[in-house]
């Protein structure tokens, strides 16, 4: 039995997670939110972790109702992610692993969406839609690497997401994806967006730019100097948010069923902040069962980033013998999935 404690703070969620042979003993996580209209920047985002960081790591003690000997290991997010949060985790990272005397782990921070979501769904071997604010992945386990069969060219889901929130005024309060997967619910009709599905890739970045155009017609006018042209069709939010998510959902779904067929795969799994979006899921869910699949799915305790994904990561790894010495506990912005050495499964 493995006792781990992970800290994740590669982006705006800083959280704790504690867990003991795969039992859930506490996930506490606090989200820096900026007003409407803005997003989060590295320093400020790395000040409000820092404030909140010591509070947590006292707080997921005290729910899991152990002390610090208690603990086997600590583990951090080594990367992806931005550089001044993630400092955050690893600085306390490795206070923490010297004053309590304890081993320590940098875990890759998309491996532990994956091996978070594992767990708790049960799935065994799935393909793996991995969609978030910074990352948008399509991947499958082979030869002890999860390895990614598609990807973004451009811009992440869940950024294309924000960035619309942003231009509408969205609030960001408990996140601006969520706001618009609420909005799109009202939605009456459909506008024909660009669809760009490059082989197994997907790219969002001339999508946004085109809704932004529509949502803001007077802007694209004035862009063009032409005042004699027709008035610009106007939508509304509602219609504009219900047409962004049915356009990029369908082309995740797309790469996502053309990687089964590949891999000859029954199973999905959606990890990743956006995963927590019930019309993603419904539109997998029925891909997945006109091929006589099944799709797996967790709610915003864990789809969302958190602690205990990185505690548990870090378990799966300290139990396989992964070491990792003090000097070589940094952290980096680009750490690909298929860098990681997957040496705890003998699938």
Known sequence: MVCALGIEGSANKIGIGIINDGKVLANVRRTYITPPGEGFLPKETAKHHREAILALVQASLKEAQLQPSDLDVVCYTKGPGMAPPLLVGAIVARTLSLLWQKPLLGVNHCVGHIEMGRLITGARNPIVLYVSGGNTQVIAYSNKRYRIFGETIDIAVGNCLDRF????????????????????????????????????????????????????????????????????PEYSQADLCYSLQETIFAMLVEITERAMAHCESNEVLIVGGVGCNERLQQ????????????????????????????????????????EMPLEEAFVTQRYRTDEVLVNWRDD
């Open 165 to 232: 929130a942003r231009i509408i005024k969205l609030s960001n309060d408990p996140s601006p994806g969520y706001n618009i997967e609420q909005l799109a619910k009202q939605g009456q009709q459909y506008i024909k967006l660009p669809y760009v599905v490059k082989g197994m890739d997907v790219s969002f970045s001339g999508l946004l730019s085109h809704i932004e155009e529509l949502a803001e017609p007077n802007k694209r006018r004035n862009k063009r100097k032409k005042p004699d042209l027709e008035p610009e």
């Open 283 to 322: 539109m997998m869910r029925i891909m997945c069962e006109e091929r006589e699949g099944k799709l797996f799915a967790t709610d915003e305790r864990y789809c969302i980033d958190n602690g205990l994904m990185i505690a548990h990561a870090g378990a799966e790894m300290f139990k396989s013998g992964t």
